[in-house]
């Protein structure tokens, strides 16, 4: 059954420094997006992106973030200057079609600021 | 501001039982309800949906009510089992987003 992928499974930094996360959405699937979810809280929506844009973005999502498809193949999440609240697990997901119905999700990537 | 609520964080039923996880919403333009299963360090998994216009959903042992008037939801497991422990998470969709519930952990006792 196809998959989304992401790495690393764990990444620690430093606060300040930048981090990308990576995913690998199903090859067929139009739709990207990006969830997280703080130890403990319920996870969250991010972003998701369209036809080579954002198409939403949550008030989380501010100017630390980006997000990019650079080669058809990755869609990755940049986070500068990086906060200890921004330590959590951070989720990719992927959607052939335009409804919620059908998201696959990554097994996701544990980000652990210090 | 919690548009999906799950207002038990945790659950036990002794294994062979049912098993029934609630959720809440307050936003009527939901056009698709939906249940994920996370075990710990996987993402969630997609359980089961149903479409507003519906009020049951089964696919084996799982069984999704919805009751619009009510704005309320749930998940019923017929003869649960130790591997149906985990968080589950009850979601709507709206457009292409979904919302998720903070998450019920189930346990199932032996």
């Known amino acids: 059954e196809p998959e989304v992928t992401q790495t690393p499974s764990h990444q620690v930094t430093q606060m300040g420094q930048e981090v990308i996360l990576r995913c690998v959405p199903i090859?067929?699937?139009?739709?990207f997006y990006w969830y997280r979810q703080i130890l403990g809280q319920k996870v969250e929506f991010l972003v998701s992106f369209y036809n080579n844009e954002i198409s939403e973005k949550s008030e989380i999502f501010d100017d630390q973030f980006s997000v990019e498809r650079p080669d058809g193949s990755n869609f990755t999440l940049k986070i500068r200057s990086t906060k200890l609240e921004d330590s959590a697990m951070y989720f990719c997901?992927?959607?052939?079609?335009?409804?919620?119905?059908?998201?696959?999700f990554g097994s996701g990537t544990r980000l652990t600021v210090v | 501001d919690q548009q999906v609520k799950q207002n038990s964080p945790s659950l036990s039923v002794q294994e062979g039982r049912i098993s029934i996880l609630n959720c809440d919403y307050t936003n009527s333009m939901f056009d698709y309800f939906l249940w994920y299963k996370k075990y710990p360090a996987e993402g969630p998994t997609f359980l089961i949906s149903?479409?507003?216009?519906?009020d049951k959903n089964e696919d084996g042992r799982f069984t999704v009510f919805l009751n619009k008037s009510a704005k309320h939801l749930s998940l019923h497991i017929v003869s649960s089992q130790p591997g149906d422990s985990a968080v589950y998470f009850c979601?709507?969709?709206?457009?292409?987003?979904?919302?998720f519930g903070k998450g019920t952990r189930l346990h199932i006792l032996p």
């Open positions: 090859s067929n699937h139009l739709y």
């Open positions: 997901a992927s959607l052939r079609g335009g409804s919620g119905y059908g998201y696959t």
């Open positions: 149903i479409s507003s216009i519906k």
């Open positions: 979601a709507a969709s709206e457009g292409d987003k979904i919302i």
